[in-house]
């Protein structure tokens, strides 16, 4: 049977699509077997190579070790058989997927408008190895939320789902920002997610759905949303290692 070989991508890190296929492979495989949330494949590098690399290291150590496979995506390794050069991978899909985006869900509010600048402040003025992009879903009067929109792709991928929890519609969060709110707690990990809220003493509405307090924040007024709101986004954005 002929073989095939695949290039395999180590990611320490995270690290968008795009700039992984410009970066030379860190291992070569021929696919054995595909499953739906597995692959099998055999390493065609040299096993005194694969023994010296930084990723072996880590998979001996114990360590969660994440590859990108051309055209089957990412997998974590299970499992390495050196004697046989076989490699058991399970489907991940951690972190290549995700894009260096900022997803806001916004509202046609004073509070939305607030949050929108400090957001707009922080992807400026924060140095990191992949420029951010704040990305907003359009509002339309008519036209409803689709599960298959490029919008929702557009959340699903983002780093961060960031609402505004604050309440706008008689008292209650608006309905659009509910709904993806509730899209992105079935999607995401909860700590990609921020809610951020402005304190009104005399509208204090709690949210459809519960979010954790580490997940929210609550601010009085712009000052203190700019003050309050850069180490918020920098400790979420710690396990992606922009730095």
């Given amino acids: 049977m002929a073989i095939i070989a695949l290039r395999a991508w180590y990611l320490p890190q995270y690290e968008p699509l795009e700039q992984i296929e410009q970066r030379p492979h860190d291992l070569r495989l021929n696919k054995s077997s595909l499953l739906k949330t597995a692959l099998r494949a055999d390493f065609l590098d040299d096993l005194a190579t694969v023994q ?9 150590l114990g360590e969660t070790v994440e590859f990108y496979i051309e055209g089957s995506g990412s997998y974590t390794i299970a499992n390495i058989d050196v004697l046989s050069h076989e490699i058991y991978f399970i489907k991940s899909d951690r972190l290549s997927y995700l894009e260096p985006t900022l997803f806001f869900s916004a509202a046609d509010s004073p509070s939305s408008d607030e949050i929108r600048t400090a957001l707009k402040a922080f992807v400026v003025n924060t140095p990191s190895r992949y420029p951010l992009e704040l990305v907003e879903s359009p509002r339309s009067a008519t036209a409803p939320l689709r599960l298959d929109s490029p919008v929702i792709t557009q959340l699903r991928r983002s780093l961060l789902f960031i609402a505004d929890g604050t309440a706008v519609e008689n008292g209650q969060l608006s309905t659009l920002i509910a ?4 899209y992105a707690l079935a999607s995401k990990r909860r700590n990609q997610i921020l809610v951020i809220q402005q304190e009104h003493p005399s509208q204090r509405a709690p949210l459809p759905i519960e979010v954790p307090s580490r997940q929210r924040l609550i601010y009085s007024h712009s000052q203190e949303l700019a003050e309050k709101l850069p180490s918020v986004l920098q400790t979420l954005l710690e396990p992606f290692d922009f730095h």
């Fill in 52 to 60: 010296r690399s930084e990723w072996f290291q880590r998979y001996r």
């Fill in 179 to 182: 709904l993806e709110l509730g």
